[in-house]
Structure formats: structure tokens, C-alpha cells
């Protein structure tokens, strides 16, 4: 397992960055004992963490890290430590890399999606059969009325369905591939996940 990774501009950096401050060899980030990460600066322009520049510092992943004026996501960085990503991948763009982070971001927001949806979907049938069985005893109890309240109970039937398909709608729109916009289906997050890639644009939902 490689245990450390070199950033800057020149092609022989495992992260290539391409930018105008950016130092040659800018940084470099090693795995140390405890699974905790050493940043360390060789730049002119500096290293940044939470708005402090830095010679050496132990990384975090919720720390903001910026080499110049650049910023990284060091969460994702610091991730792939875990999958040996900068041994089967020794020279990476930057750039090309942050497209893919940000596409794996927004995939593993959809798992939000699918249980809120759930959830809401099961507040409305919960919702909808209290109220069906409300009336059915209330038609039982009061005979007289049972016209009105038999109206009523099918206009709430009604309107129940309705907010049930505009739920639908709604989430045929938001569960999509975020780089094609296909819906993914009624199968669940882990399920999608399982499947590596989305089934039409062939995009890997993770490095």
C-alpha cells in the first residue's frame, strides 16, 4: 500500500495540478502510525489549513485545505488512502480526478433522496388508511349521515392519491444519474450502488 502521495505541477507528481501557483513540488501527504496523515509544504506560494499556512501539519478530513490560492477536497484525498487509488493510479490529474469526486458527491446524496421518499410515501398510506378506517366508523356509528360522510371520505381518498403521484412525480425527478439524468428506478440506494455504474451513461459511481 502506497502510504504517501506527492502534489504539484510537474507530470511525475501523483496529483498533477496544473495551475499557476502551484509549486513544481508543491506538497506532499503521508498515512502515518494511527491511520493519521502528515501534510507537508515545499511550495513558494503555501499551504493552507483552515486559513493558516502550514509547514507540517496532521490532516483531517473535515480540515479546508488549500495549496496556494487552489483548494482540495480532503476528504475524498484522504480516502483514497484506503482503496491503494495512488498505487493502481500513479500519475492524476487533478482536475480530471475533481470531476469525478463531485460526481460521486452528488450519487451518494441520492441515498437521502430514495429514504426521504420512502419515508413520505409511508406517511401518506399511514395517513391515507387511518382516515379510510376513521370513516368506515363513523359511516357504522351514524347511519343518517352515512351519505355525506361516505363523500367525504372519497374526496379524501382522492386527494390522497394525488399527493401520491405528485410524490411519484417528484422523485422520478430527483433520482436520476447525475451525469445522464436517467431515473434510476424503484431500487434501493444500495441496490443502484451494488451495480458500480450507472446502467446507461456506463459512469462509475466511485473511483
Same mark, same amino acid.
Given at each position: 500500500?502506497?502510504n504517501?502521495?506527492? +502534489?504539484?505541477?510537474?507530470?511525475d507528481n501523483?496529483?498533477?495540478?496544473?495551475?499557476k501557483?502551484?509549486?513544481?513540488?508543491?506538497?506532499?501527504?503521508?498515512k502515518? &502510525?494511527?491511520?493519521?496523515?502528515?501534510? #507537508?509544504d515545499?511550495?513558494t506560494?503555501?499551504?493552507?489549513?483552515?486559513e493558516?499556512r +502550514?509547514k507540517?501539519?496532521?490532516?483531517?478530513k &473535515?480540515?479546508?485545505?488549500?495549496?496556494?490560492?487552489? &483548494? +482540495?477536497k480532503?476528504?475524498?484525498?484522504?480516502?483514497?488512502?484506503?482503496?491503494?487509488?495512488?498505487?493502481?493510479?500513479?500519475?492524476?490529474?487533478? #482536475?480530471?480526478?475533481?470531476?469525478q469526486?463531485e460526481f460521486? #458527491?452528488k450519487?451518494?446524496?441520492?441515498?437521502?433522496?430514495?429514504?426521504k421518499?420512502?419515508?413520505d410515501?409511508? @406517511?401518506k398510506?399511514?395517513?391515507?388508511?387511518?382516515k379510510?378506517?376513521?370513516?368506515?366508523?363513523?359511516?357504522a356509528?351514524?347511519?343518517?349521515?352515512?351519505?355525506?360522510?361516505?363523500?367525504?371520505a372519497?374526496?379524501?381518498?382522492?386527494?390522497?392519491?394525488? #399527493?401520491?403521484?405528485?410524490l411519484n412525480?417528484?422523485?422520478k +425527478?430527483?433520482?436520476?444519474?447525475?451525469?445522464?439524468?436517467?431515473?434510476?428506478?424503484d431500487?434501493?440506494?444500495?441496490?443502484?450502488?451494488?451495480?458500480?455504474k450507472?446502467?446507461?451513461? @456506463?459512469?462509475?459511481? &466511485?473511483?
Open positions: 500500500m502506497k504517501f502521495i506527492l +502534489i504539484g505541477k510537474n507530470a501523483n496529483l498533477i495540478i496544473s495551475k501557483n502551484i509549486s513544481r513540488k508543491h506538497a506532499k501527504i503521508s502515518i &502510525e494511527d491511520g493519521q496523515f502528515l501534510i #507537508e515545499f511550495s506560494n503555501g499551504t493552507y489549513i483552515n493558516k +502550514i507540517k501539519f496532521l490532516l483531517k &473535515e480540515d479546508k485545505l488549500f495549496l496556494a490560492d487552489y &483548494e +482540495i480532503t476528504n475524498f484525498i484522504l480516502e483514497l488512502f484506503s482503496n491503494d487509488f495512488f498505487k493502481k493510479n500513479k500519475n492524476v490529474n487533478y #482536475e480530471s480526478l475533481k470531476k469526486i460521486t #458527491e450519487f451518494f446524496l441520492l441515498k437521502e433522496v430514495y429514504e421518499y420512502q419515508n410515501k409511508k @406517511k398510506l399511514s395517513g391515507s388508511a387511518w379510510k378506517t376513521g370513516f368506515r366508523a363513523a359511516l356509528l351514524i347511519p343518517l349521515v352515512g351519505n355525506a360522510l361516505g363523500i367525504m372519497s374526496g379524501n381518498n382522492a386527494k390522497q392519491r394525488e #399527493e401520491l403521484m405528485a412525480d417528484q422523485f +425527478i430527483d433520482y436520476v444519474c447525475p451525469k445522464c439524468k436517467m431515473f434510476l428506478g431500487l434501493p440506494w444500495q441496490g443502484i450502488k451494488n451495480q458500480k450507472c446502467r446507461a451513461c @456506463k459512469t462509475k459511481w &466511485e473511483l
